[in-house]
């Protein structure tokens, strides 16, 4: 059986989609967008993907919709936190193993929008409420809107499962 495996680096020679609207081009030729669009691809990782969007984008640094759904992604990789702008992202239909690698989305100051169902972390009990905790601007997760119900929901199972960081005192030798 031949198994096939896309790179991030193959986007270089491929033409993108036409969608409801002409994509604009810079006039270095480059991409005049804040979305791009990987979903179903058969991508496991994520290399060398700030390069090849700063190749593809004019502007990568407001870059706002990352969709990845349907590839075979197992982690969050570190790649998609330095696009500081991004309020959608789409991992939903990948292999995503340790809900822990939704911590690494906390440092994304815009995001709003995300999907991580249908990978394996959605089995974990506590999911929703693990992500919500997690990333409390979060306005919809999974395609459903987060009420303040879910929030309060969420902010109960944080007090009955996340234990506080314990604060150390140093103190002073006399």
């Not at 989609?17 to 691809?41: A, D, E, I």
């Not at 870059?63 to 982690?75: E, G, P």
Request: aromatic residues 8%; positive net charge.
């Amino acid at each position: 059986m031949v198994e096939f495996q896309a790179l991030v680096t193959d986007l270089l020679s491929e033409e993108p989609r036409t969608g409801l609207r002409p994509l604009r081009h810079s006039k270095s030729g480059k991409s005049l967008t804040q979305s791009l669009w990987l979903n179903n691809n058969v991508l496991n990782d994520l290399r060398d993907f700030s390069h090849v969007v700063s190749l593809l984008l004019e502007h990568p640094e407001n870059l706002a919709w990352i969709d990845l759904s349907f590839n075979d992604l197992t982690s969050i990789d570190p790649v998609l936190t330095t696009f500081f702008n991004l309020s959608v992202l789409y991992l939903h239909g990948n292999s995503i193993q340790r809900l822990g690698e939704v911590n690494k989305l906390a440092v994304l100051p815009r995001l709003r929008s995300l999907t991580l169902h249908g990978n394996p972390i959605e089995e974990e009990k506590g999911y929703r409420q693990y992500v919500l905790c997690t990333l409390p601007r979060i306005t919809t997760f999974d395609f459903s809107g987060v009420t303040k119900a879910d929030r309060a929901t969420a902010e109960v199972w944080k007090r009955m499962n996340i234990k506080p960081k314990k604060v150390r005192i140093k103190q002073n030798a006399l």
